[in-house]
């Protein structure tokens, strides 16, 4: 009896996410006071707090709980990532892509994709490209791939930004050298006049 009242409220709350958060929470604390280790409502409540409240620490300690409860359920990974990417936590973040590759049944191309927005996150282009091409080819949807690609232009536009930034500042470090070297030239030739 309880585990179908529990999964009522799960339903309930998968049915009112996103546009009713008042009836999605209410019937995720319902279904979370049925079992507190319950891997779907714990999911949809980190998602609550990191999507719609923005506050990710509540959110991560959600996501711990439900991996803490479950390490096999792959709907929690790209998530999960993401929040770690946004929230500065590259380190933890490219520990759980690691884990991740591991867990049966994962959206190998959506880790990919994770991955390359790690890289991104990090400005490591050439990285970031070459994981959003691994995430292509790992692509089983044609929406995935056009997403992809749109990631992967303003990847490339970053890049050459990069590179272009690092033009500039090597043509300055340049003429303050040869500037360094004629006005250190003209002050030897001033003093052997």
Same mark, same amino acid.
């Given at each position: *009896?309880?585990?179908?009242?529990?999964?009522? #409220?799960?339903?309930?709350?998968?049915?009112?996410?996103?546009?009713?958060?008042?009836?999605?929470?209410?019937?995720?604390?319902?279904?979370?006071?049925?079992?507190?280790?319950?891997?779907?409502?714990?999911?949809? *409540?980190?998602?609550?707090?990191?999507?719609?409240?923005?506050?990710?620490?509540?959110?991560?300690? #959600?996501?711990?709980?439900?991996?803490? $409860?479950? *390490?096999?359920?792959?709907?929690? #990974?790209?998530?999960?990532?993401?929040?770690?990417?946004?929230?500065?936590?590259?380190?933890?973040?490219?520990?759980?892509?690691?884990?991740?590759?591991?867990?049966?049944?994962?959206?190998?191309?959506?880790?990919?994709?994770?991955?390359?927005?790690?890289?991104? $996150?990090?400005?490591?282009?050439?990285?970031?490209?070459?994981?959003?091409?691994?995430?292509?080819?790992?692509?089983?949807?044609?929406?995935?791939? $056009? #997403?992809?690609?749109?990631?992967?232009?303003?990847?490339?536009?970053?890049?050459?930004?990069?590179?272009?930034?690092? %033009?500039?500042?090597?043509?300055?470090?340049?003429?303050? *050298?040869?500037?360094?070297?004629?006005?250190?030239?003209?002050? %030897?030739?001033?003093?052997?006049?």
């Amino acid at each position: *009896m309880e585990t179908n009242l529990q999964n009522h #409220y799960i339903f309930k709350a998968i049915e009112a996410y996103p546009w009713e958060l008042e009836k999605a929470v209410e019937a995720l604390n319902y279904a979370l006071a049925y079992d507190p280790e319950n891997v779907k409502a714990l999911h949809l *409540m980190a998602k609550v707090h990191y999507e719609q409240l923005g506050d990710n620490e509540t959110a991560k300690t #959600y996501f711990e709980k439900a991996l803490a $409860s479950r *390490m096999d359920i792959p709907d929690i #990974y790209p998530e999960y990532i993401r929040l770690l990417i946004n929230n500065d936590d590259y380190k933890e973040a490219q520990n759980l892509i690691d884990f991740a590759k591991t867990v049966k049944g994962i959206d190998k191309a959506g880790i990919a994709l994770t991955q390359g927005q790690l890289y991104e $996150s990090l400005t490591f282009f050439n990285d970031a490209e070459k994981a959003l091409k691994n995430a292509k080819q790992l692509a089983l949807n044609n929406d995935f791939i $056009s #997403y992809v690609d749109d990631v992967l232009s303003r990847v490339k536009k970053k890049k050459k930004i990069q590179a272009n930034e690092n %033009r500039i500042i090597e043509n300055q470090s340049k003429k303050e *050298m040869e500037t360094a070297n004629k006005s250190w030239f003209q002050n %030897r030739l001033n003093n052997l006049l």
